[in-house]
């Protein structure tokens, strides 16, 4: 295990404990985005870069594009019918 | 369950899972060690009869195409579950009033950028896609790059301008193509070498664009079919989030 490798592991370890330690959905999104790039570092130091190529492009626009059109329809909806948002 | 009584929960289990990790991970052999047999089989075999050069590809679309085939129709199952649940229903109309649905308070720099960006994300993900069984990468993830660049549309400019050049009808099929054709290179196997998804075509000299077999054209197929899934759950979410209102209800 190289230096590198360890430090990718240590980045992902941080990543991931911080998308669950955020609160609001919409900034977990972007969390989210950043940890895809730390698991796409990862993969990549490990040598797998086709499991890489994959993890960069689903982890920063396949997924967070789809949460964030649904948080806007969701929120909408609330604000529609007067409903206090949720902010958990 | 109060908050308190799942901390101490945790407190009681959570290190004893960490010494359960910690053990099985100092167990493991280094990283790279290899003692199985399959992946030298393959490292020789692929290179030599199919003249691959990317060998997770060749065992994607060559060696293990029918899994692959199971994994495409997981896609296009799942697709068509989501365009389903999404799909407009009777009490619910568009509304095209074009100016709502630009991205609100995006900078002229964003904007130009994007419209930078697109172009190149054509160009990368045709290359992907070609250069599936020589260089790392394939059908998938040359796929979804080509479906980022109409995505980007909705940065650079609006949301319409997305749905014009992309519209549902053309995104459906570009996908059903794709899954078609992959099930028909199968079928090719079949007819021509006697095993379904044998590669029936000549290898080539390795390195090579048109080398490998048939896995170039699997690679296109792939790559058809997941750029064409990919854009339509975004435009089935995007539809619902910007175009689709419920009778009574603002925007």
């Known amino acids: 295990m190289t230096v590198l490798q360890i430090v990718a592991l240590a980045v992902v370890v941080l990543a991931g404990t911080t998308v669950t330690l955020v609160g609001d959905p919409l900034r977990q999104t972007f969390v989210l985005g950043v940890y895809g790039l730390a698991l796409m570092l990862l993969f990549f130091v490990f040598q797998a870069p086709d499991v890489a190529l994959s993890e960069i492009v689903v982890g920063t626009i396949g997924l967070p594009?789809?949460?964030?059109?649904?948080?806007?329809?969701?929120?909408?909806r609330e604000r529609a019918r007067g409903e206090p948002e949720d902010e958990g | 369950?109060?908050?308190?009584?799942?901390?101490?929960?945790?407190?009681?289990?959570?290190?004893?899972?960490?010494?359960?990790?910690?053990?099985?991970?100092?167990?493991?052999?280094?990283?790279?060690?290899?003692?199985?047999?399959?992946?030298l089989v393959v490292n020789g075999v692929e290179?030599?009869?199919?003249?691959?050069?990317?060998?997770?590809?060749?065992?994607?679309?060559?060696?293990?195409?029918?899994?692959?085939?199971?994994?495409?129709?997981?896609?296009?199952?799942?697709?068509?579950?989501?365009?389903?649940?999404l799909r407009h229903t009777p009490d619910e109309d568009e509304r095209l009033a074009a100016a709502e649905h630009g991205i609100v308070g995006a900078s002229d720099a964003v904007r130009v950028l994007s419209l930078l960006l697109i172009p190149l994300l054509i160009a990368l993900g045709v290359y992907i896609v070609l250069h599936g069984a020589l260089t790392p990468g394939g059908g998938f993830q040359g796929g979804i790059v080509l479906a980022a660049a109409p995505a980007?549309?909705?940065?650079?400019?609006?949301?319409?301008?997305?749905?014009?050049?992309?519209?549902?009808?053309?995104?459906?099929?570009?996908?059903?193509?794709?899954?078609?054709?992959?099930?028909?290179?199968?079928?090719?196997?079949?007819?021509?070498?006697?095993?379904?998804?044998?590669?029936?075509?000549?290898?080539?000299?390795?390195?090579?664009?048109?080398?490998?077999?048939?896995?170039?054209?699997?690679?296109?197929?792939?790559?058809?079919?997941?750029?064409?899934?990919?854009?339509?759950?975004?435009?089935?979410?995007?539809?619902?989030?910007?175009?689709?209102?419920r009778r009574g209800e603002p925007l």
């Open chain 2, 47 to 85: 290179l030599t009869q199919r003249s691959a050069t990317d060998m997770v590809t060749a065992l994607n679309f060559d060696l293990r195409a029918f899994d692959t085939l199971g994994e495409e129709f997981i896609l296009f199952a799942s697709v068509l579950g989501v365009a389903l649940l």
């Open chain 2, 152 to 245: 980007t549309i909705l940065l650079a400019g609006r949301y319409v301008a997305l749905k014009a050049l992309a519209p549902d009808w053309a995104l459906e099929t570009v996908e059903a193509i794709g899954a078609g054709a992959y099930v028909l290179l199968g079928l090719g196997g079949l007819i021509f070498a006697g095993v379904y998804f044998k590669n029936f075509l000549p290898g080539g000299i390795a390195g090579h664009l048109l080398s490998a077999g048939f896995m170039p054209l699997n690679s296109v197929a792939v790559g058809l079919e997941v750029t064409g899934s990919f854009l339509i759950v975004w435009t089935v979410f995007l539809d619902q989030a910007l175009l689709v209102r």
């Open chain 1, 65 to 76: 594009l789809i949460i964030v059109a649904a948080l806007r329809k969701i929120t909408a």
């Open chain 2, 1 to 39: 369950m109060s908050r308190r009584t799942r901390l101490g929960l945790f407190a009681l289990a959570g290190p004893g899972l960490a010494a359960v990790l910690v053990l099985g991970f100092l167990g493991l052999p280094a990283f790279g060690d290899y003692h199985g047999v399959y992946g």
